[in-house]
């Protein structure tokens, strides 16, 4: 019986390259979200994500909301404060969501008055970097 050399560099050339593949799958995966309710299940295109996020950011915290409510919302979801106040008075908090492939974050931008409600809410989510 005569073995080829295809058969015995083949097979298991084969068989390395799909055990590489399964490694390479289970390291490049997402990492699964936080447990927060401000992005639970977005849509998976970020320009439809960025829309779903802030639509939900805005109807939970209207202009007007005690700016210790969004807060303390933010802090139960995660989020960590990113800035601490400018010369406008301009308040940041960010939930990072980065994978070893790419950077996401939710961001969360706003400002308030001198009684402490917000007077401005912008947000952005979505990817800030990929290899």
């Given at each position: 019986?005569?073995?080829?050399?295809?058969?015995?560099?083949?097979?298991?050339?084969?068989?390395?390259?799909?055990?590489?593949?399964?490694?390479?799958?289970?390291?490049?995966?997402?990492?699964?979200?936080?447990?927060?309710?401000?992005?639970?299940?977005?849509?998976?295109?970020?320009?439809?994500?960025?829309?779903?996020?802030?639509?939900?950011?805005?109807?939970?915290?209207?202009?007007?909301?005690?700016?210790?409510?969004?807060?303390?919302?933010?802090?139960?979801?995660?989020?960590?404060?990113?800035?601490?106040?400018?010369?406008?008075g301009r308040y940041q908090a960010v939930l990072r969501l980065d994978t070893w492939v790419c950077n996401q974050?939710?961001?969360?931008?706003?400002?308030?008055d001198e009684a402490g409600h917000l007077t401005s809410l912008d947000t952005r989510y979505g990817e800030e970097?990929?290899?």
């Amino acid at each position: 019986m005569k073995i080829s050399w295809t058969a015995v560099i083949g097979i298991p050339a084969v068989a390395l390259l799909s055990s590489m593949l399964t490694v390479g799958a289970m390291v490049l995966r997402d990492k699964p979200r936080p447990d927060a309710a401000l992005i639970a299940d977005l849509p998976a295109r970020y320009k439809d994500a960025d829309a779903a996020f802030r639509q939900r950011v805005q109807a939970r915290f209207p202009l007007g909301s005690p700016e210790a409510d969004l807060v303390a919302e933010l802090r139960r979801q995660r989020f960590q404060p990113a800035t601490f106040g400018s010369a406008e008075g301009r308040y940041q908090a960010v939930l990072r969501l980065d994978t070893w492939v790419c950077n996401q974050a939710a961001r969360i931008w706003w400002t308030v008055d001198e009684a402490g409600h917000l007077t401005s809410l912008d947000t952005r989510y979505g990817e800030e970097g990929c290899l």
